[in-house]
């Protein structure tokens, strides 16, 4: 299985950005595809998650701002970010489980996810 992360970059506060994650080789119908980020010297934390019918839940950091879509048919996952923060520099990965959200749990952290991304950079200068 292998999850490739892009579309990160360096913009101004305020600015928007699009993260995409093209999931292959994963041949399971159910999952539960989420979206974390790291910066140095911190844990790994929950963004967003969006389960196999759609349903999606964000931290309470950025809700409102970004935005996780799922596209099944190419299982592919987007993260829209808008109104970007300098706090929201960080790496970006994205990770697939191998169980729905529901049954993990929403915003489960890192350990709920067995397959993961390398990581996109998202830097916000003010």
């Known amino acids: 299985v292998q999850l490739v992360e892009s579309g990160g970059g360096s913009v101004q506060a305020g600015a928007s950005l699009r993260l995409s994650c093209a999931v292959s080789?994963?041949?399971?119908?159910?999952?539960?595809m989420g979206w974390f980020r790291q910066v140095p010297g911190k844990e790994r934390e929950s963004v967003a998650n969006i389960d196999t019918d759609g349903t999606a839940n964000y931290a309470a950091s950025v809700k409102g701002r970004f935005t996780i879509s799922l596209d099944n048919a190419n299982l592919t996952t987007y993260l829209q970010l808008v109104s970007l923060k300098s706090e929201d520099t960080a790496m970006y990965y994205c990770?697939?489980?191998?169980?729905?959200?529901?049954?993990?749990?929403?915003?489960?952290?890192?350990?709920?996810?067995?397959?993961w991304g390398q990581g996109t950079q998202v830097t916000v200068s003010s």
């Open positions: 990770a697939i489980s191998l169980n729905r959200c529901r049954s993990i749990g929403w915003l489960r952290g890192p350990n709920a996810y067995k397959y």
């Open positions: 080789g994963y041949s399971f119908s159910t999952y539960c």
